[in-house]
C-alpha cells in the first residue's frame, strides 16, 4: 500500500486509510471506468478567505468529475449562489474544465473519497480528519469556514478540538471561535433536502449574504 505522505491536504490517489472506501473505490474504478474515482482535491485558491466544508463526493457528482461539488444537483445550487454573491466567476459546466473559478472562497470535504449510499461512516470521517486539519493550517488568510451539514459542522469542530456542545449546529447559526474563525453553519445543499423544503434557496442565500457581509 501506498504510504500516505505526513500532513497532506490531499490524499493518495489510491489512500489504504479506509478500507471500505477503498474497496468501493476499486469496484467504481471497474464499474465507471471514464470516472474520477480517487479522492477529490480541494478547489479554490489557497489565499481564500473562506472555505466551504461539505459531506463527501457524490458517486455521479465528484467522484465522476475529481471536482468538489461538480457535477450534481448540490454543485448546481451552490456555485450559482457563489455566483451572485461574488465568490465564483465564469461558467459552471458540471464538468472540472468548464472554466469556473472561485473568487476569495475554496471547497473541500470532511470526507475525500465517495462513501456507499453517501454515508461515511464514524471511523471514516475521524480518519479523514486529518486531510481536514492540513487544508485549515493551509490557508493563512482564513477567516470563516461554511459548515453544510452537521457532519462538516462537527469534523470542522473536532479537527479544531473543540466540542460540538459548545457550538451546536443550527441552519444560519455562527459562531465564534477560540482562534479567531468564524464558523458558520447551513444544511446541505443536496437535492433531498430542497425537495422535502428543510433547505429552500432563499435560506441558502441567506447564510452567504451573512458571509459576505462578515468578509466584506
Not at 132 to 147: F, H, I, T
Amino acid at each position: 500500500m501506498a504510504p500516505v505522505p505526513r500532513g497532506a491536504a490531499t490524499p493518495a490517489p489510491d489512500c489504504p486509510l479506509c478500507p471500505r472506501l477503498a474497496a468501493f473505490r476499486e469496484a467504481n474504478r471497474a464499474r465507471y471506468a471514464d470516472f474520477h474515482n480517487a479522492p477529490v482535491p480541494s478547489f479554490g485558491s489557497a489565499a481564500a478567505r473562506l472555505l466551504i466544508v461539505g459531506l463527501a463526493p457524490g458517486l455521479k457528482g465528484a467522484n465522476q468529475t475529481g471536482r468538489p461539488f461538480t457535477g450534481d444537483y448540490a454543485g448546481d445550487l451552490l456555485y450559482r449562489t457563489l455566483d451572485r454573491f461574488g465568490f465564483a466567476r465564469g461558467p459552471y459546466g458540471r464538468r472540472a474544465d468548464d472554466g469556473l473559478e472561485l473568487v476569495g472562497c475554496r471547497i473541500t470535504n470532511a470526507v475525500r473519497c465517495v462513501p456507499p449510499e453517501n454515508k461515511p461512516t464514524g471511523a471514516e470521517i475521524r480518519t479523514c480528519r486529518a486531510f481536514l486539519a492540513a487544508e485549515l493550517a493551509g490557508l493563512a488568510r482564513l477567516e470563516a469556514v461554511l459548515a453544510l451539514g452537521t457532519v462538516a459542522h462537527g469534523a470542522v469542530l473536532a479537527t479544531l478540538g473543540l466540542k460540538k456542545s459548545r457550538y451546536p449546529f443550527g441552519h444560519g447559526a455562527l459562531h465564534e471561535l477560540p482562534n479567531g474563525l468564524l464558523l458558520a453553519d447551513s444544511y446541505h445543499c443536496s437535492r433531498y433536502n430542497t425537495n422535502t423544503g428543510r433547505l429552500t434557496v432563499e435560506m441558502f442565500e441567506a447564510v452567504f449574504a451573512e458571509l459576505k457581509a462578515h468578509l466584506g
